[in-house]
Structures are given as structure tokens and as C-alpha cells.
T-cell receptor, first 113, second 114 residues
């Protein structure tokens, strides 16, 4: 079985550019989570979808960040405009019915210059 | 969610059992104990969870004390590939709360030595 798929795996961009991260959850999972990991803040939840609907976006840092889930098999996290402090590893995870047994993707390493 | 306390680092010899402790003295009666690990440069990986009883699966065993104020994750025969950061998380199971926010602390860096 394919796990959670994320793309791109690495992204280097310049400050001010738009960045789009993509995630394909495990087939059959109806909950999707976006996390961010930095040395300073550790692993933190940004937003959580259940049945394609955002349930908890309290972790989204500011209006520059937006996330969508147009269907059950695809989600995007967009940063516009990007800033150097957005440099981090972004993980997508999925689970069944919002459960705490979450399956994480390999992550996208983002570097904003 | 209850706060957890874990040692920042531990070492273990390859082939020996690794016992990773977690203190959660403020745990509530409906809160579960979850363990995840994160191998370097990979996403976190679910290991095991439990409420009151000890649990075992193909990866590990979870021992929860009778008063539920602490637990121990046991890797029975540690290998070099078990070197990772191990996170102990305590939270109410989904269905009893509106969200599924997992709060990852700093965890324990387990180093398995040859």
C-alpha cells in the first residue's frame, strides 16, 4: 500500500515567491493534517481536515498560509508570499475519522532565501 | 491534554531491550497514552497506544502503571534502525473532543549503539 505522498520533497525559493505543497493521503482515510517542524518550535499542527472540511486551523500562523482539500485524495498548503522564517519541514498526515493513529508522509523541506 | 515528561536522551546496546519512560502525572481518566517515533529525516511513525492495560504489538510493548501516572515503552530487541526520537503523547481519544490535535513535545533521543 502506498503511504502518504508529498511533493515536492525539497523546495528552495526566494522570499516573496508563492510556494505550494501537495499531499495525497492514504486511500480511505478521511482526515488529513498539515504539520510544520522547526528546530525552534518542534512539530506543530497547522490545520486539520475531516471529510475535506477544515476543522481546526488555529495553528495556521498567519494569512499568508492557506490550505485546501478539494477532494478526498488531494490537499495543498500554500504560502504567499513566502518569508525566510517559513523555512521548515512540512509534513502531511492522514488518519481514519480523525483518529490519533496518524500516518505521516516523508515531508517537504522548504528553504526560503 | 496532560503534560508529559521524558528524558532528553538515552542509549541502548544493540540487541538489548530499550525501556523509554514517560511521566504523565496529571493524566485524566479518559486520556490515552500514545507513542510515536521519528527517525532522522523521516516523518513521525505511530508505534502504539493504550488506556489502562498493557499493550503489545509487532513493534513494541507499552506498560502503564496502575495509577496511570507513568508509562514505559519497551523495544524488546533494539536494532540500529530503532535510533530515533521517541514521543510520548497523552490526549483524549477522538470522539470525546472536537479535534485530533497531537501535541509533540521534545521527546527522547534514543541512540542504539553497536
Amino acid at each position: 500500500d502506498a503511504g502518504v505522498i508529498q511533493s515536492p520533497r525539497h523546495e528552495v525559493t526566494e522570499m516573496g515567491q508563492e510556494v505550494t505543497l501537495r499531499c495525497k493521503p492514504i486511500s480511505g482515510h478521511n482526515s488529513l493534517f498539515w504539520y510544520r517542524q522547526t528546530m525552534m518550535r518542534g512539530l506543530e499542527l497547522l490545520i486539520y481536515f475531516n471529510n475535506n472540511v477544515p476543522i481546526d486551523d488555529s495553528g495556521m500562523p498567519e494569512d499568508r498560509f492557506s490550505a485546501k482539500m478539494p477532494n478526498a485524495s488531494f490537499s495543498t498548503l500554500k504560502i504567499q508570499p513566502s518569508e525566510p522564517r517559513d523555512s521548515a519541514v512540512y509534513f502531511c498526515a492522514s488518519s481514519l475519522n480523525g483518529g490519533e493513529t496518524q500516518y505521516f508522509g516523508p515531508g517537504t523541506r522548504l528553504l526560503v532565501l | 491534554d496532560a503534560k508529559t515528561t521524558q528524558p532528553p536522551s538515552m542509549d541502548c546496546a544493540e540487541g538489548r531491550a530499550a525501556n523509554l519512560p514517560c511521566n504523565h502525572s496529571t493524566i485524566s481518566g479518559n486520556e490515552y497514552v500514545y507513542w510515536y517515533r521519528q527517525i532522522h529525516s523521516q516523518g513521525p511513525q505511530y508505534i502504539i497506544h493504550g488506556l489502562k492495560n498493557n499493550e503489545t504489538n509487532e513493534m513494541a510493548s507499552l506498560i502503564i502503571t496502575e495509577d496511570r501516572k507513568s508509562s514505559t515503552l519497551i523495544l524488546p530487541h533494539a536494532t540500529l534502525r530503532d535510533t530515533a526520537v521517541y514521543y510520548c503523547i497523552v490526549r483524549v481519544a477522538h470522539g470525546e473532543t472536537s479535534g485530533s490535535r497531537l501535541t509533540f513535545g521534545e521527546g527522547t533521543q534514543l541512540t542504539v549503539n553497536p
